[in-house]
Structures are given as structure tokens and as C-alpha cells.
């Protein structure tokens, strides 16, 4: 069965470094998103990524973060300078084109320090 | 208010009992509406969509209402591997079609 997968599972980073998460959606899938998940806490959206640029993103989605698709199969987040507070499981998902379904990658575990 | 609301649990209970979870959402224009697992620091996991008339499969039922605004998940029959947190999901007609999740109901349940 098709899955989204994710790397790194973990990363342990200085507060202001630069973070790269990436994620490999399910090939013919359309829609990706990014998710966060504060310990503890529950799952909060933070970007959609439709037809190559950003369809919407929450309130913590700042300038710090971007998404990009840069090539046919990667999808990644970066966080230019991580603060304490980013520290959370970062999920990616994505959907197919007419479902109702997305299907989330196992997480990257990110620590900030 | 909070979008999506459910009881945090936990629920501890026997093998073999039924239990119920709850939850109710605040944004009339949520077009559809799931129940997802998540085990310890794990993804969640799509259990089941569930649809105006109810839904079954297997042991698991889902019930939505509309006009209240509230949606349900039975389990009858729990197992031991049937522990794990239970998120109330919902998103609307947009175009990101993104997923807004509740702080999900914790079920633990005992041999």
C-alpha cells in the first residue's frame, strides 16, 4: 500500500539554526499539508500546498516557515530559525484529487534546544 | 469555543465492554467529518469517515447528527490493542480541505 514517508524521524537542533523536514507524498496524490503536534497537545494544521504554491496556512505558519515542492516527488518544510517552541512532532499528509481521505507520514520529531 | 470538542478521557475499561465517545463541533459549514486513531507517538491514522446516516465496520459504529452538531463512535466488543487515542476530525468545503482535529479521547483498555 502506498504511504507518505518522512525523514528525519528525529532532529535535535540549536534555537536559531535552520531545519529542513521532508516528506515523500503518495506519487499521485495533489494536495499536501503540513501538521504540528505540541507534547501533549493536539494536532494543528499549518499549511496546504495546492498546484504548486500555498493554498492556506494558520496563524503559526509566520515568516519563519516555508514549504516547497522542488521537484515531482519531495515536499519540505523549513523553519529558518528555530526557537524553543517548535519543538513538536511535525507530520506531513497528503490527499488525492476527488477523496476525502489524507493519509499522514509518521512524523519528524523536532528539538529545539 | 474550541472548533472540535471532546471529553479527554481516559476511559479505562474491560476487554469485551462497549464504549462510547462523543465529540461536537462548532463550525455549521464542516463538510465531512472522520474519526481517526493515534497511538503513542505515532501518526494518526483514518479509523473511519462518518456519514449522515451512520456508519458500521465491524465492532466500530459512527453516528452523525447535523443539527446538533455532534458526532459519536461506539466500539463494542474492545480489545486490548483497541488503546489509543481517539481524534474527532472535521474540515469544511475549501480549497486546502484541511483537517481540524480535537484534542482527542484517550482509551485504555484492561485485560
Known amino acids: 500500500e502506498p504511504e507518505v514517508t518522512q525523514t528525519p524521524s528525529h532532529q535535535v537542533t540549536q534555537m536559531g539554526q535552520e531545519v529542513i523536514l521532508r516528506c515523500v507524498p503518495i506519487?499521485?496524490?495533489?494536495?499536501f499539508y503540513w501538521y504540528r503536534q505540541i507534547l501533549g497537545q493536539k494536532v494543528e494544521f499549518l499549511v496546504s500546498?495546492?498546484?504548486?504554491?500555498?493554498?492556506?496556512k494558520s496563524e503559526i505558519f509566520d515568516d519563519q516557515f516555508s514549504v516547497e515542492r522542488p521537484d515531482g516527488s519531495n515536499f519540505t518544510l523549513k523553519i529558518r530559525s528555530t526557537k524553543l517552541e517548535d519543538s513538536a512532532m511535525y507530520f506531513c499528509?497528503?490527499?488525492?484529487?476527488?477523496?476525502?481521505?489524507?493519509?499522514f507520514g509518521p512524523g519528524t520529531r523536532l528539538l529545539v534546544l | 469555543r474550541k472548533e472540535v470538542e471532546q471529553d479527554p478521557g481516559p476511559f479505562n475499561v474491560p476487554e469485551g465492554a462497549t464504549v462510547a465517545f462523543n465529540c461536537t463541533y462548532s463550525?455549521?459549514?464542516?463538510?465531512?467529518f472522520f474519526w481517526y486513531r493515534q497511538d503513542c507517538r505515532k501518526e494518526p491514522k483514518l479509523l473511519m469517515s462518518?456519514?449522515?446516516s451512520g456508519n458500521e465496520d465491524g465492532r466500530f459504529t459512527a453516528q452523525l447528527n447535523r443539527a446538533s452538531q455532534y458526532i459519536s463512535l461506539l466500539i463494542r466488543d474492545s480489545k486490548l490493542s483497541d488503546s489509543a487515542t481517539y481524534l474527532c476530525?472535521?474540515?469544511?468545503?475549501?480549497?486546502?480541505?484541511?483537517?481540524?482535529f480535537g484534542s482527542g479521547t484517550r482509551l485504555l483498555v484492561r485485560p
Open positions: 506519487s499521485n496524490h495533489l494536495y
Open positions: 476530525v472535521v474540515n469544511k468545503r475549501d480549497s486546502s480541505y484541511k483537517l481540524i
Open positions: 500546498f495546492y498546484n504548486n504554491e500555498i493554498s492556506e
Open positions: 463550525n455549521s459549514a464542516s463538510q465531512s
Open positions: 462518518v456519514y449522515s
Open positions: 499528509a497528503s490527499l488525492g484529487q476527488g477523496s476525502k481521505t489524507q493519509y
